[in-house]
């Protein structure tokens, strides 16, 4: 799992690139990225492009000064987290957590 942040100079937004690699995902044919970014909306969940290596990635423009909460959905059906999350918190459901990332 990675997580990569690019804070641009001229604007208030960072890109951040989620990468996953097969192994991490378990050989999944989709993997999406859910969080505060898309309300939760599984509608407009944001689909990771999957490349010949097994690897999955996706890059987002976000606005700084802010925290989103978020979660990798592995092909509709197994939830992740991300490793290299800056924190985690309850996510009220039982014990589940949900990944934190902090720009």
């Known amino acids: 799992m990675s997580l990569k942040k690019q804070y641009l100079k001229s604007k ?3 890109k951040v690139t989620f990468s996953l690699s097969k192994e991490e995902v378990f050989n999944a044919q ?3 990225v859910l969080g505060e970014f898309n309300d939760w909306d599984a509608k407009n ?3 990771m492009k999957k490349y010949k290596n097994g690897t999955f990635k996706v890059v987002m423009d976000l ?3 802010a925290e989103y909460q978020f979660k990798y959905l592995i092909d509709g059906e197994k939830w992740e987290n991300d490793g290299e999350a800056d924190k985690y918190v309850s996510n009220g459901i039982g ?3 949900n990944s934190v990332l902090i720009l």
């Open 63 to 65: 606005p700084v000064h």
């Open 30 to 32: 989709k993997v999406q």
């Open 12 to 14: 208030q937004i960072c």
């Open 95 to 97: 014990a589940e957590e």
């Open 45 to 47: 969940a944001i689909e």
